[in-house]
């Protein structure tokens, strides 16, 4: 199943931007689906991540203005970003499980 995420771009201080990823065909149950972000010189990081049934994951600084969800009818999973600060700036990836990634969508903020 390939990933494909779209909705990356540049949004300043404070603004939002809405993050899409769609899977090819049915998203495994067995792993959550995630959103991962990375900067250069850095190791990707775990930014949110929705299991199955709906339960939901967090890194603790993007808690309270992001927001990830799913349609399992589409097999698409959003990430809606909020109050956007520079350090949010990089290249964010779906996931779903140790082996499956997107190409990755760029997210720039700036002040």
């Known amino acids: 199943v390939q990933l494909v995420e779209s909705g990356g771009g540049l949004a300043q201080v404070g603004g939002s931007l809405s993050l899409s990823c769609a899977a090819s065909?049915?998203?495994?149950?067995?792993?959550?689906m995630g959103w991962y972000r990375q900067v250069p010189g850095k190791q990707r990081e775990l930014v949110a991540a929705i299991t199955s049934s709906g339960f939901t994951q967090y890194l603790d600084s993007v808690k309270d203005r992001f927001t990830i969800s799913r349609d399992n009818a589409k097999n698409t999973i959003y990430l809606q970003m909020n109050s956007l600060k520079t350090e949010d700036t990089a290249i964010y990836f779906c996931?779903?499980?140790?082996?499956?990634w997107g190409q990755g969508t760029q997210v720039t903020v700036s002040s």
């Open positions: 065909g049915p998203i495994t149950e067995m792993f959550a």
């Open positions: 996931n779903n499980g140790p082996n499956n």
